[in-house]
């Protein structure tokens, strides 16, 4: 009898057991269906809002050989041949494809690296930083928030009060007199 009844009570429980993990089997893999889900719209959105896309052959027309080997190729201009690299007017300097304001003259100085050089940029959020491994070695490449033009590097060498020196190619940017509208 004893027997019997342990018999019968561990296939009740072990029904009730397989019920429950099949329960949470089955709810971990919806949860990880939304997840995903989720995720991808939000990418979806990100790139909606933030991503400004322009045609490549029109960019090409617009922009020089070398302004499109730099910002669409991730190009470097020659060290010491930038028309910005000692060039000191009050302004503001714009992405050369989006035109979005980056970086004003108050900021720049004179690093010598050849290139021309800002302490800060104009505000948060009007660049990206992203991680850039070429060259063997880690550096963190600057690119515009708004259209994803590569613009330069950032280092941690720069003066005070930021430490920072965004090392810009002129090729990226473009100089803008104060009162002008673009
Ligand atoms: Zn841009």
Redesign the pocket.
């Known amino acids: 009898m004893n027997i019997a009844a342990n018999l019968i009570r561990y296939n009740i429980v072990n029904r009730l057991r397989n019920r429950k993990i099949s329960r949470i089997f089955s709810y971990a893999l919806t949860a990880n269906i939304f997840t995903t889900t989720a995720r991808s719209n939000n990418k979806n959105q990100d790139n909606q809002t933030t991503k400004?896309e322009f045609d490549k052959e029109k960019l090409k027309e617009r922009l020089t050989p070398l302004q499109y080997h730099v910002t669409q190729e991730a190009g470097t201009e020659r060290p010491f041949t930038g028309k910005y690299n000692k060039f000191h007017e009050k302004g503001t300097y714009v992405?050369v494809?989006?035109q979005?304001d980056l970086f004003h003259s108050d900021t720049k100085y004179d690093s010598g690296c050849g290139w021309p050089a800002f302490n800060d940029v104009l505000e948060q959020g009007k660049v990206k930083l992203l991680r850039d491994a070429s060259l063997g070695v880690v550096r963190t490449e600057v690119r515009?928030s708004?259209?994803d033009?590569h613009l330069g590097h950032v280092f941690g060498d720069g003066p005070p009060p930021t430490k920072k020196r965004y090392c810009i190619n002129s090729a990226s940017i473009e100089f803008i007199e104060p009162g002008t509208t673009t």
């Open positions: 400004m992405c494809v989006c979005q515009c708004k259209c033009a």
